[in-house]
């Protein structure tokens, strides 16, 4: 069994920065993708940004230039310097990892979300 465990969300004000924090641990062999997306209430869920196991990054448009997504590959946890934030923003934040396990599956895996909130 695999888990993601999301930390880091809080209240910022507009133009204030966070830092978003997903651990996977578990039964691990490989983590090839992991990505952060968001849901605001009454919306879609939407892909913020993606880090693959090789180093390429990827970001939504609507966060190009103000979020920047890494990793720490040894420990399996992936990473959203957010900043510049605005209320729109504000989400659930969701962190989501391709994991090929100790049993030979590959397999996607969901953390719980953490709550992110932009406002004065």
């Known amino acids: 069994q695999v888990q993601l465990v999301e930390s880091g969300g809080g209240l910022v004000q507009p133009g204030g920065s966070l830092r978003l924090s997903c651990a996977a641990s578990?039964?691990?062999?490989?983590?090839?993708?992991m990505r952060w997306f968001r849901q605001a209430p009454g919306q879609e869920r939407e892909l913020v940004a993606v880090a693959t196991s090789g180093g390429v990054t990827n970001y939504a448009e609507s966060v190009k230039g103000r979020f920047t997504i890494s990793r720490d590959s040894a420990k399996n946890t992936v990473y959203l310097q957010m900043g510049s934030l605005k209320p729109d923003d504000t989400a659930i934040y969701y962190c989501?990892?391709?994991?090929?396990?100790?049993?030979?599956?590959?397999?996607?895996?969901w953390g719980q979300g953490t709550q992110v909130t932009v406002s004065s």
């Open positions: 578990g039964s691990i062999s490989r983590v090839h993708r």
């Open positions: 989501n990892a391709d994991v090929y396990d100790l049993f030979g599956t590959y397999k996607d895996y």
